[in-house]
């Protein structure tokens, strides 16, 4: 279909109901033909307003001046309406064709006066057509290649970056599309991980987007560790803080809660559902760009699936689904594990693929695979415990092993290196 067929055909789905001119997303600037253009602007802005088609057509003649589409071309246009035409995706590929062609105006644009800012904004366009292009399923490989042919000669975001042996594994940090998967046993400090991961992933960029979804901690209680990690404080004296801390510790205390006032960070304690879940990660990862953007689950066996299936069945399709959705929405995504008690029961305690918990799914449907598990039982006269770090799927690199220092009375992980 070329681009005239296009906007005609799109514009008989809105002359056949003007309402979803406003509740489709649409934009006048996408459209190339000016009748075409017009109409859908009139639309927009009066919707069911607009006393029918006749109504409609007396609006384009002012505005035009009597120079545009006459009123049977109009009522052609509306009679050509074919039954179940999907106006979301004829809308995808108006904005994919309008994209395209800014695209080659950058690219000319570049190879004369090459600046940051045109390159920046190459960039940009990539980034949101890769995007339309996964949302409708397009099996055509042009997108890609376009995003090929830009990093030949440009640099890109490697990812988002957290820990160093993390970054390193991954090939740079956390990439679009990832779903990685984090394993251990209860108590080794996989929710503390997780909080040291998100503070390291603001750090290295304060415009991030990051939703971590507690299903085992309330609100409160999450963010009293980041309290402990960032003021260097025991969590012991955070249970009576106006009788146990210091002035210069409350002093502490407000210097983290202004910290992360300025961050777009949100904890949800009460949202469980699966469906929810997936709601909100793509509510609120539609308006980022690629790279600003992480989800974390805290923990994959505590959601909820609205169906009678057994638990193993539910677990694939809740793995099923995360990876979908990181796919699609191209954001990274990290769930943390439970693993079975088998580990405990063996000889060598180091945890495997086939420690995880209720499903092989888990394993099958995350680009990474990773362990926490205690080397030292005990806290040294230093006040930290060894815990190992252990990557066992990695479709992005190489499997590695590292070790933490994790000083648990202060949710604090430090990464150890020799």
């Known amino acids: 279909m070329n681009n005239y067929e296009l906007e005609k055909t799109i514009i008989a789905a809105l002359l056949n109901d003007f309402d979803k001119a406003q509740t489709t997303h649409l934009n006048s600037e ?13 639309l927009n802005n009066f919707g069911s307003r607009l006393d029918g088609i006749m109504e409609l057509f007396a609006k384009l003649q002012a505005e035009s001046k009597g120079q545009g589409i006459n009123y049977e071309r109009l009522l052609d246009i509306q009679k050509g309406y074919l039954v179940g035409t999907s106006l979301d995706y ?30 920046a904004q190459m960039l940009e366009i990539l980034n949101i057509m890769n995007k339309l292009s996964r949302k409708q399923n397009a099996g055509d490989l042009e997108e890609t290649f376009k995003q090929l042919e830009y990093e030949l000669e440009h640099d890109v975001d490697t990812g988002i970056k957290t820990f160093s042996c993390l970054n390193y594994a991954l090939g740079g940090g956390l990439r679009p599309g990832m779903l990685v998967t984090v394993g251990a046993r209860p108590s080794v400090g996989k929710s503390a991980w997780a909080i040291n991961l998100i503070d390291r992933a603001f750090d290295n960029n ?174 040294n006269h230093e006040g930290y415990q060894r815990v190992k770090f252990s990557i066992k799927k990695n479709r992005e690199g190489d499997l590695m092993d590292a070790t933490f220092k994790f000083y648990k009375a202060r949710m604090d992980f430090s990464e150890e290196f020799k």
């Not at 996408?30 to 009139?42: L, S």
Request: proline residues 1%; glycine residues 2%; hydrophobic residues 35%.
């Open 30 to 42: 996408w459209f190339m033909i000016d009748d075409f253009k017009k109409i859908f602007e009139i």
């Open 90 to 119: 004829l809308a995808n590929e108006l904005h994919l064709a309008f994209l395209r062609l800014q695209f080659s105006k950058l690219t000319a644009e570049h190879s004369k006066f090459p600046t940051k800012k045109t390159e």
């Open 206 to 379: 304060q415009e991030m987007k990051i939703d971590l979804f507690s299903l085992e901690m309330s609100k409160k209680e999450v963010f009293e560790r980041f309290v402990a990690k960032n003021g260097k404080i025991d969590t012991y004296y955070l249970s009576q803080k106006n009788r146990m801390l210091k002035a210069q510790q409350k002093d502490d205390v407000r210097k983290v809660i202004e910290k992360f006032k300025n961050r777009d960070f949100k904890v949800y304690d009460t949202v469980s559902e699966l469906n929810h879940i997936l709601g909100i990660i793509k509510e609120r990862s539609s308006s980022c760009e690629n790279g600003k953007y992480l989800a974390v689950i805290d923990y994959v066996g505590l959601i909820k699936v609205n169906n009678n299936r057994d638990r193993r069945l539910q677990i694939e399709q809740i793995t099923r689904e995360l990876k979908n959705l990181a796919n699609e929405y191209q954001v990274p995504m990290i769930i943390l594990s439970q693993l079975s008690r088998g580990v405990e029961q063996r000889q060598d305690k180091t945890p495997m693929l086939a420690d995880l918990r209720e499903s092989g799914s888990i394993e099958q449907d995350s680009n990474v695979v990773c362990f926490l598990s205690n080397e030292e039982t005990e806290k």
